[in-house]
């Protein structure tokens, strides 16, 4: 299968230094410790390939991983992280450079954490990706936390989309741990990288 054949590929600190390739990408960004890595890891089926931690803040550069057809992109985490503001102010910085000038980005996945919910700084970002025209998707995280029902009312939501067209209607939702929605989540990608 395709996606367990994901490769490291570089990190990035700079625009300077991301990769020069023309393969599609597919980005996961959100708060830090929401499972953004994990995420990943899972999706790949390779629970080493992106580094993850219980202290907020682990991915600090932007880290690019090679699939045959694509490149999926694990994006340093905003909010809080034990890290000095100044440089997770730079960290946000290059997030957004990447976001608005990256031609080949075909998707943003925002990670939300189901048991916390949106911030400001979620509804930030969506508003700067939708100014950047990207378009993106919402991903409830640790959905394993939840119970049946709860998972339910997750998925029927929908909303935002008025106010923004690029985000995607249909939430997706999320478990590292138990597996949970991550092959709805290589289907979607899939889609993209051919649309
Ligand atoms: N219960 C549960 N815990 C999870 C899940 N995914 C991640 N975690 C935990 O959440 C913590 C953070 O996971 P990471 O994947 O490192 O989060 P991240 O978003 O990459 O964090 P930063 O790189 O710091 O921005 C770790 O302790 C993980 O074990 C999940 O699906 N369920
Ligand atoms: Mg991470």
Redesign the pocket.
């Known amino acids: 299968m395709l996606f367990n054949q994901a490769t490291f590929l570089t990190s990035a600190a700079n625009l300077r230094n991301l990769p020069k390739t023309q393969l599609p990408e597919i980005a996961f960004i959100?708060r830090?410790?929401?499972?953004?890595?994990?995420?990943i890891n899972a999706i790949v089926g390779n629970a080493k390939i992106?580094k993850?931690?219980?202290?907020?803040?682990?991915?600090q550069q932007i880290n690019f991983f090679k699939l045959p057809e694509f490149i999926i992109v694990?994006l340093?985490?905003y909010g809080y992280?034990s890290a000095p503001i100044k440089v997770i102010q730079k960290w946000q910085e290059f997030n957004l450079e990447y976001i608005k000038n990256r031609q080949q980005l075909k998707l943003v996945f925002i990670?939300i954490d189901s048991r916390i919910g949106f911030k400001e700084l979620d509804l930030n970002l969506i508003e700067q990706l939708n100014e950047a025209g990207v378009k993106c998707r919402i991903i409830y995280?640790?959905v394993?936390?939840l119970n049946k029902s709860e998972i339910e009312i997750l998925k029927s939501i929908t909303t935002f989309n008025d106010r923004y067209p690029l985000l995607e209607p249909n939430a997706l939702i999320?478990?590292?741990?138990n597996k949970e929605g991550i092959e709805r989540i290589r289907k979607v990608i899939l889609h993209y990288i051919i649309s």
């Open positions: 959100g830090s410790n929401v499972g953004k890595s994990s995420l992106a993850t931690s219980k202290t907020p803040g682990r991915t694990d340093p985490g992280a990670l995280t640790k394993d936390q999320a478990s590292s741990k």
